[in-house]
């Protein structure tokens, strides 16, 4: 019972976490920019996973997916497409906020319009040539296996790692070098000058990208990391994999499609300036209505006195 109160929770925070990323990009003009268009399309895709991942494995009434075989194979088709199609975006953005973070002097020469609108296209047709496609017609055999394997769920995982480590100690590099300027300006009691406040307000929102790429690669590594782990032990049959251990994957991939809009709302400067938009008016109209009801408490007050 538990296991199906946490995953229908995990599903109604994907659907409108992603949901609402999706109608702030499309309603809000100044969301709209090219740097948004792939979180835009991933957050389409972890959408996809909510609306199709447990409302289709319960209407199934699936407990393993070694049986029923029939229902199985239809769950394993649709839920694993969206979820490769979740990967696939995710490294696409992933990719651009790397090159963003590593090289921001290079990146609107090189990330052009026309090569992110290719790159995101890839991400929607790889899966499908990869996987759903072979997958329907039965056809391919292992080699095709573990192609599939090795490029949708290895290749991201080893480069995740390695763009994680790298941006960590890009910014602790960048961190040492403010804090030794700072500490000079400190020594000789110099106020700090204009470009110096500049390139402090740089590294604060250099810092917040790194973060929020951290954060959504974390959840993702884990999660395939253990999916990687269920593939072996299928494929080559040298373990048993246990419905615990089924269910704890599939949490993790839907929780990796339910953090991305949480990330998205606390660390993505662009974001996050919208929401704090969005909530000066709502916290205004709580205000007055709390001082509308104090002076009329008040009021009711003086007239029972008189």
């Given at each position: 019972?538990?296991?199906?109160i946490?995953?229908w929770?995990?599903?109604?925070?994907t659907v409108?976490?992603?949901?609402?990323?999706?109608?702030l990009?499309i309603r809000i003009?100044?969301?709209?920019?090219?740097a948004n268009?792939s979180?835009l399309?991933?957050?389409?895709a972890?959408l996809l996973?909510?609306l199709?991942f447990?409302?289709?494995?319960f209407?199934?009434?699936?407990?393993?997916?070694?049986?029923?075989?029939?229902q199985?194979?239809t769950f394993?088709?649709v839920?694993?497409t969206f979820l490769?199609?979740s990967?696939t975006?995710?490294?696409?953005?992933i990719?651009?906020?790397y090159?963003?973070i590593?090289?921001?002097l290079?990146y609107?020469?090189?990330?052009?319009?026309k090569?992110?609108v290719?790159?995101?296209?890839?991400a929607w047709i790889?899966?499908v040539?990869l996987?759903?496609?072979?997958?329907?017609?039965v056809w391919?055999?292992k080699?095709?296996?573990?192609?599939?394997v090795s490029?949708?769920?290895?290749l991201?995982?080893?480069?995740?790692?390695?763009?994680?480590?790298?941006?960590?100690?890009?910014m602790?590099?960048?961190s040492?070098r403010?804090s030794?300027?700072?500490a000079q300006?400190?020594?000789?009691h110099?106020?700090?000058?204009?470009d110096?406040?500049?390139s402090y307000?740089s590294h604060?929102?250099?810092?917040a990208?790194?973060?929020?790429t951290?954060?959504i690669?974390?959840?993702f590594?884990?999660c395939?990391v253990?999916e990687?782990?269920?593939c072996f032990c299928?494929v080559?049959t040298?373990c048993?994999?246990?419905?615990?251990?089924?269910?704890?994957?599939?949490?993790l991939?839907?929780i990796?499609?339910?953090?991305?809009p949480v990330?998205?709302?606390?660390?993505?400067?662009d974001?996050?300036?919208?929401l704090?938009?969005?909530?000066?008016?709502?916290k205004?109209?709580?205000?007055s209505?709390?001082g509308?009801?104090?002076s009329?408490?008040?009021q009711r007050?003086?007239d029972?006195?008189i």
């Amino acid at each position: 019972m538990w296991y199906w109160i946490l995953a229908w929770l995990l599903t109604i925070v994907t659907v409108f976490g992603n949901g609402f990323v999706i109608c702030l990009i499309i309603r809000i003009q100044r969301l709209r920019t090219t740097a948004n268009w792939s979180v835009l399309s991933l957050a389409v895709a972890d959408l996809l996973v909510g609306l199709t991942f447990y409302p289709l494995l319960f209407a199934l009434n699936i407990d393993s997916l070694n049986e029923p075989p029939e229902q199985a194979k239809t769950f394993f088709l649709v839920s694993r497409t969206f979820l490769y199609l979740s990967a696939t975006n995710l490294f696409v953005m992933i990719m651009d906020r790397y090159i963003a973070i590593v090289h921001p002097l290079k990146y609107l020469s090189f990330v052009t319009t026309k090569l992110l609108v290719a790159a995101l296209a890839t991400a929607w047709i790889l899966p499908v040539l990869l996987f759903t496609l072979p997958y329907r017609l039965v056809w391919g055999g292992k080699f095709l296996l573990l192609l599939r394997v090795s490029i949708l769920q290895v290749l991201p995982v080893v480069f995740f790692i390695y763009v994680t480590v790298h941006i960590f100690f890009i910014m602790r590099r960048i961190s040492k070098r403010q804090s030794r300027i700072f500490a000079q300006l400190a020594f000789n009691h110099a106020p700090k000058s204009d470009d110096q406040t500049m390139s402090y307000g740089s590294h604060t929102e250099s810092r917040a990208a790194s973060k929020m790429t951290v954060a959504i690669m974390f959840f993702f590594i884990i999660c395939y990391v253990l999916e990687n782990c269920k593939c072996f032990c299928t494929v080559y049959t040298m373990c048993h994999i246990s419905t615990a251990f089924e269910q704890a994957v599939d949490l993790l991939f839907v929780i990796n499609s339910a953090v991305n809009p949480v990330a998205y709302a606390f660390l993505k400067r662009d974001v996050k300036s919208v929401l704090r938009g969005m909530l000066v008016p709502l916290k205004q109209q709580v205000h007055s209505i709390e001082g509308t009801q104090t002076s009329s408490s008040e009021q009711r007050k003086e007239d029972s006195r008189i």
